[in-house]
């Protein structure tokens, strides 16, 4: 009963570097977004896939890339680190719809030095 | 674009109601929605109201008037596992994908 499923849940990463983000959820869900939330603020959507093989942009996605790999999995790409994406970055997947609620994997905390 | 409204904090001791408003400007909307989450966890679903007037579940109930843009949650019979961040969060006609209030923090006190 995994619902979704993030990977790495912690990650140091010095200016410039790259890295990508795992989601993978088991819930046959249509949508699927990434969110970054920051002390004291809400979750801002960075991108969203309403359903396999589209993408869009939310409100903050500039220094990020995405990919709808399949039904299942919608990784997130840092091309060149900034320690402004210092942050906690939250995967979540819903099903297409009126239904919103959205189930949230437990968050990557990643630390750009 | 949205923007959804929530005081920062709020403190209520045990057993008691404490009510979390969300005043909201959208170009259009499905409901909205209220999330709980504990300090470094992940956000959960509590309610939705698609429609104006009150849902209870529980101990917790929500409640939206779409003609004043404004919605709340109820939390009744406060335990102190209800200290947590609550969000109010819309579900954007265009965008298809949640919008999330800064959030509340409950402090439950003894």
């Known amino acids: 009963n995994a619902g979704v499923t993030q990977t790495p849940k912690f990650q140091v990463l010095k200016t410039g570097q790259s890295m990508t983000l795992q989601c993978a959820q088991d819930?046959?869900?249509?949508?699927m977004y990434w969110y970054r939330q920051d002390p004291g603020m809400g979750l801002r959507l960075i991108y969203y896939s309403a359903s396999e093989g589209t993408t869009d942009k939310g409100e903050v996605p500039n220094g990020y890339n995405v990919s709808r790999l399949n039904k299942r999995e919608f990784s997130l790409r840092l091309e060149s680190a900034a320690p402004s994406q210092t942050s906690v970055y939250f995967c979540?997947?819903?099903?297409?719809?009126?239904?919103?609620?959205?189930?949230f994997g437990q968050g990557t905390r990643l630390t750009v030095v | 674009g949205q923007s959804l409204e929530q005081p920062s904090e709020v403190t209520a001791v045990e057993g008691a109601i404490v009510q979390i408003n969300c005043t909201y400007q959208?170009?259009?909307?499905?409901?909205l929605s209220w999330y709980q989450q504990h300090d470094g966890g992940a956000p959960t679903f509590l309610s939705y109201?698609?429609?104006?007037g009150l849902e209870e579940t529980g101990r917790f109930s929500s409640f939206l008037s779409r003609s004043d843009s404004y919605g709340y949650l109820l939390l009744q019979e406060l335990q102190m596992k209800d200290s947590a961040s609550y969000f109010c969060?819309?579900?954007?006609?265009?965008?298809?994908?949640?919008?999330f209030g800064s959030g509340t923090r409950l402090q439950v006190q003894p």
């Open positions: 109201n698609a429609l104006d």
């Open positions: 959208t170009s259009g909307f499905y409901g």
């Open positions: 819930m046959n869900h249509n949508s």
């Open positions: 979540a997947s819903s099903v297409q719809g009126l239904n919103t609620e959205a189930f």
């Open positions: 969060a819309v579900m954007d006609t265009g965008r298809r994908a949640l919008t």
